[in-house]
């Protein structure tokens, strides 16, 4: 079987960090953020095998570009499958409270 290669764009990264900063800092709670960044990490790493089982996002302009999501804990994670190249790009990491459109709206480029 092929495997994919996961690529996590910037903002992703930003987002990953973001979350691991805040359960620190504002819950001052080290040991949460590390479990909750290997959850989300080997979560992130099973998308090399079958990346399309997880849903295709309803919204426009995303769906037709097949945004996919996934849920892990209390976060959402959006990846684009691109099945020519074998790539997995993984655009953001939103905690599901936030407005999620606003969010993915904020981060276009790697859309256009």
Do not use: C
Not at 30 to 58: C, D
Request: hydrophobic fraction near 40%; charge should be negative; avoid cysteine.
């Amino acid at each position: 079987m092929k495997k994919y290669e996961v690529i996590i764009a910037e903002q992703a990264e930003q987002d990953l960090r973001g979350i691991y900063e805040y359960i620190v800092q504002e819950l001052l709670s080290p040991e949460n953020a590390v479990g909750q960044l290997n959850r989300l990490e080997a979560a992130i790493n099973k998308l090399n095998t079958f990346p399309e089982s997880h849903r295709l996002y309803e919204e426009e302009p995303w769906h037709s570009r097949n945004l996919r999501v996934f849920p892990v804990d209390s976060f959402l994670i959006f990846y684009i499958p691109d099945n020519t190249e074998m790539t997995v790009t993984i655009i953001r990491v939103i905690y599901e409270g936030k407005n999620i459109k606003e969010q993915l709206n904020r981060f276009t480029k790697y859309m256009e």
